[in-house]
């Protein structure tokens, strides 16, 4: 008998979560470098290769959680309202991640949140995994830009501002603050980031 196709999906998507939960667990109780492929295979009841049916490599297992937000930055580009700039859309669409605390700002403070961000942060290969994240998502906003160096400068500028930001946030929750007390510094860095991207540093740097 011939399985319906929805079964077999809600079949793989159960066992992708499953292979997840088991694999952050272990990480984030041991570390990243002293969990194995076959640990986790062995946590979520599945085989080494039926494992890399769901994940490329180890590193996968952690950042598939913020693959959705893979090209995200060239999304926003391309589907801004009539009349706003790139920038604009940009600013705003961060804004409103701080606003509703999404974790890719670095602005949350869930404990799960916290602890998976350390993980990233201070995993080596993790962190250098997350480059390769920024360099497509560079790629991706810099077509949407126009694909010139002047599309690639900005594209890279505004993922560097966005990267700092995020990390700036999360540390200061790290060290102990909670989201709403960072929310006004979160929000008042975002606006003199993006504002340094309009105007340059030699712009700001005469006003200041």
């Known amino acids: 008998m011939v399985e319906p196709t929805g079964l077999r999906a809600r079949k793989k998507a159960r066992t992708h979560q499953a292979i997840s939960d088991a694999a952050i667990s272990l990480f984030l109780a041991r570390g990243f470098d002293h969990v194995s492929v076959a640990d986790i295979a062995a946590a979520a009841e599945v085989s080494k290769p039926t494992l890399f049916r ?35 859309a940009l600013h705003q669409h961060f804004r409103t991640g701080l606003d509703t605390r999404d974790p890719v700002t670095g602005l949350n403070d869930n404990p ?34 126009g694909s010139d160096i002047s599309a690639q400068l900005a594209a890279a500028q505004v993922l560097a501002v966005q990267r700092v ?3 700036t946030n999360w540390q200061k ?16 860095d975002a606006d003199r980031a993006f504002d340094l991207l309009r105007t340059g540093i030699d712009g700001t740097a005469s006003r200041g």
Request: negative net charge; without cysteine.
């Open 54 to 88: 769901y994940f490329d490599n180890k590193e996968d297992l952690v950042l598939h959680r913020i693959a959705d937000h893979n090209g995200e930055a060239g999304r926003i580009v391309l589907d801004r309202q009539p009349g706003a700039s790139p920038l604009t």
């Open 112 to 145: 799960e949140v916290l602890a998976f961000h350390r993980l990233v942060y201070t995993t080596p290969s993790l962190a250098a995994r997350l480059t390769q994240y920024t360099l497509d998502n560079e790629e991706t906003l810099a077509a949407a830009l």
């Open 165 to 167: 930001l995020a990390r």
């Open 173 to 188: 929750l790290a060290d102990g603050r909670t989201a709403n007390d960072v929310y006004p510094e979160a929000v008042a």
